[in-house]
């Protein structure tokens, strides 16, 4: 690949320099340098995953862990089964605790330089092009787990030194990788949500200056507020921006009826995905830039019936996509059985050991996406009947109270406990047990979901 091959924008399209259109189409390595719960088995964050790990295993054999893991999860082989199934992107979203201690803010750290660029190679070596994604930012961008947050508040736009901390990780991105065509650009920052709508704007334009000062040669991905659904905090477009957008149906979520057909009380169709869609794109089919849906995808698991449903929803979205000319990432290539292109083996060392917790996380719904709160309605039902009678008009941007709920009573007062009797699914593994329960997300040890590669191999050689 020659420098001709940097992507820029040019109008609605992404092109190389030498003009050649090209249309971003992949998959994320969701629950990789960002782990996620319900990709992983695990209950709470990331970096409450990490600390009961440590306490389970030891610094030795816990480090041992890790360490084959993030080199397993993304390997040669799973580059070469994306490629072959016509995509030519992976988003990489990471999280800024491989980079940077909190106990010594502004120090980079080597080892997750390594572990980025040994994924970067590997995708390149295969034709595909990278994006890194900045799921969790120093101090958290949103109020979700998904940026390793354990608490309900989004502390980035509250400190100048969180985000100061995330100008200077941007900042070096663009130093290690402005001479790298196989990266196709940077995602600032992953679902943002700035409540106030104040501080968002400056820090985009903050990180805007800060990456182009060292690297032109690269584009920017930028979501909007509100998790990637707002744009009103832009007036114009930014020259070589590509304005992206996340769409997950409701009757995709793990409480989602079959499609079409009524989820909660909005009956969804084609209809009403395309009128979504253009909601959120309007920004970008105005000013005619690029668009980019960079996360989309249903949940697998659940009634069969209604998950059978859920690829037809899919279909419509990549057929709507299509008509748009727009780039697209489905979340995710791989992960425990929820949303996985591939999924792990059932009955693999991995899932065998956390099979007790993770039924009991299922069983009280201590996971926001992939658990359902029917066993713990006894619970839940009188907190929300006592926020419909107290407190009637009280919402979370952008969501209502059902979801304010949900974070702090079971992803946080439940996920507490769950996450340290997970820790402890893993203690006295040897070190030769610690590598087999790596081993256990190697490509050759999982399950590939053969409707969706089947649909993802066909929808890619469709042309915009």
Same mark, same amino acid.
């Given at each position: 690949?020659?420098?001709?091959?940097?992507?820029?924008?040019?109008?609605?399209?992404? !092109?190389?320099?030498?003009?050649?259109? !090209?249309?971003?189409?992949?998959?994320?390595?969701?629950?990789?340098?960002?782990?996620? %719960?319900?990709?992983?088995?695990?209950?709470?964050?990331?970096?409450?995953?990490?600390?009961?790990?440590?306490?389970?295993?030891?610094?030795?054999?816990?480090?041992?862990?890790?360490?084959?893991?993030?080199?397993?999860?993304?390997?040669?082989?799973?580059?070469?089964?994306?490629?072959?199934?016509?995509?030519?992107? !992976?988003?990489?979203?990471?999280?800024?605790?491989?980079?940077?201690?909190?106990?010594?803010?502004? /120090?980079?750290?080597?080892?997750?330089?390594?572990?980025?660029?040994?994924?970067?190679?590997?995708?390149?070596?295969?034709?595909?092009?990278?994006?890194?994604?900045?799921?969790?930012?120093?101090?958290?961008? %949103?109020?979700?787990?998904?940026?390793?947050?354990?608490?309900?508040?989004?502390?980035?736009?509250?400190?100048?030194?969180?985000?100061?901390?995330?100008? $200077?990780?941007?900042?070096?991105?663009?130093?290690?990788?402005?001479?790298?065509?196989?990266?196709?650009?940077? %995602?600032?920052?992953?679902?943002?949500?700035?409540?106030?709508?104040?501080?968002?704007?400056?820090?985009? /334009?903050?990180?805007?200056?800060?990456?182009?000062?060292?690297?032109? %040669? $690269?584009?920017?991905?930028?979501?909007?507020?509100?998790?990637?659904?707002?744009?009103?905090?832009?007036?114009?477009?930014?020259?070589?921006?590509?304005?992206?957008?996340?769409?997950?149906?409701?009757?995709?979520?793990?409480?989602?009826?079959?499609?079409?057909?009524?989820?909660?009380?909005?009956?969804?169709?084609?209809?009403?995905?395309?009128?979504?869609?253009?909601?959120?794109?309007?920004?970008?089919?105005?000013?005619?830039?690029?668009?980019?849906?960079?996360?989309?995808?249903?949940?697998?698991?659940?009634?069969?019936?209604?998950?059978?449903?859920?690829?037809?929803?899919?279909?419509?979205?990549?057929?709507?996509?299509?008509?748009?000319?727009?780039?697209?990432?489905?979340?995710?290539?791989?992960?425990?059985?929820?949303?996985?292109?591939?999924?792990?083996?059932?009955?693999?060392?991995?899932?065998?050991?956390?099979?007790?917790?993770?039924?009991?996380?299922?069983?009280?719904?201590?996971?926001?996406?992939?658990?359902?709160?029917?066993?713990?309605?006894?619970?839940?039902?009188?907190?929300?009947?006592?926020?419909?009678?107290?407190?009637?008009?009280?919402?979370?941007?952008?969501?209502?109270?059902?979801?304010?709920?949900?974070?702090?009573?079971?992803?946080?007062?439940?996920?507490?406990?769950?996450?340290?009797?997970?820790?402890?699914?893993? /203690?006295?593994?040897?070190?030769?047990?610690?590598?087999?329960?790596?081993?256990?997300?190697?490509?050759?040890?999982?399950?590939?979901?053969?409707?969706?590669?089947?649909?993802?191999?066909?929808?890619?050689?469709?042309?915009?």
């Amino acid at each position: 690949m020659t420098d001709e091959n940097f992507l820029e924008t040019d109008g609605p399209r992404i !092109v190389t320099r030498s003009g050649r259109t !090209v249309t971003l189409k992949g998959t994320a390595l969701g629950g990789w340098m960002n782990m996620e %719960n319900y990709s992983t088995g695990y209950a709470g964050t990331e970096s409450q995953l990490r600390a009961e790990l440590h306490k389970a295993l030891g610094e030795e054999l816990s480090a041992r862990f890790f360490d084959r893991w993030l080199d397993v999860f993304f390997a040669d082989e799973d580059a070469e089964l994306l490629a072959s199934l016509g995509l030519n992107c !992976v988003r990489m979203p990471v999280n800024y605790r491989h980079f940077e201690d909190d106990a010594k803010p502004f /120090e980079m750290k080597e080892s997750g330089f390594r572990v980025l660029d040994r994924a970067i190679e590997r995708a390149a070596r295969h034709g595909l092009y990278t994006v890194i994604d900045l799921h969790a930012a120093p101090g958290h961008q %949103n109020q979700q787990w998904h940026s390793d947050n354990p608490t309900h508040v989004a502390f980035l736009w509250e400190h100048r030194h969180f985000q100061d901390r995330v100008v $200077h990780l941007w900042e070096e991105m663009a130093r290690r990788y402005r001479d790298n065509p196989w990266v196709a650009g940077y %995602n600032l920052l992953n679902e943002p949500c700035d409540v106030e709508g104040k501080t968002i704007g400056p820090l985009y /334009e903050r990180l805007r200056d800060a990456i182009l000062a060292i690297d032109p %040669n $690269h584009l920017l991905f930028v979501e909007g507020n509100f998790y990637a659904r707002d744009f009103t905090i832009f007036d114009d477009a930014w020259p070589n921006t590509v304005y992206a957008f996340h769409h997950y149906p409701r009757n995709g979520w793990i409480d989602g009826g079959e499609y079409p057909g009524t989820t909660g009380d909005t009956f969804i169709d084609r209809a009403l995905v395309e009128k979504e869609l253009l909601e959120r794109t309007a920004f970008m089919r105005e000013r005619e830039v690029p668009i980019w849906l960079g996360e989309f995808g249903p949940v697998y698991v659940g009634d069969e019936r209604i998950v059978a449903t859920r690829y037809e929803m899919l279909e419509h979205q990549f057929e709507l996509l299509a008509e748009h000319g727009a780039s697209w990432s489905m979340f995710t290539y791989k992960d425990v059985g929820a949303m996985g292109l591939v999924y792990l083996d059932p009955q693999s060392p991995y899932m065998r050991r956390i099979r007790p917790v993770l039924e009991k996380k299922l069983r009280l719904g201590a996971d926001f996406w992939v658990s359902r709160d029917d066993n713990i309605r006894d619970v839940m039902a009188p907190l929300e009947h006592l926020f419909a009678t107290e407190f009637p008009d009280f919402s979370w941007p952008p969501f209502s109270a059902d979801i304010w709920l949900r974070t702090l009573v079971r992803c946080t007062v439940l996920a507490q406990p769950l996450v340290e009797e997970f820790g402890r699914c893993f /203690e006295g593994a040897t070190a030769a047990e610690v590598e087999s329960l790596a081993d256990s997300f190697l490509l050759e040890n999982c399950v590939r979901r053969e409707r969706l590669a089947g649909l993802l191999d066909r929808v890619s050689r469709w042309t915009p």
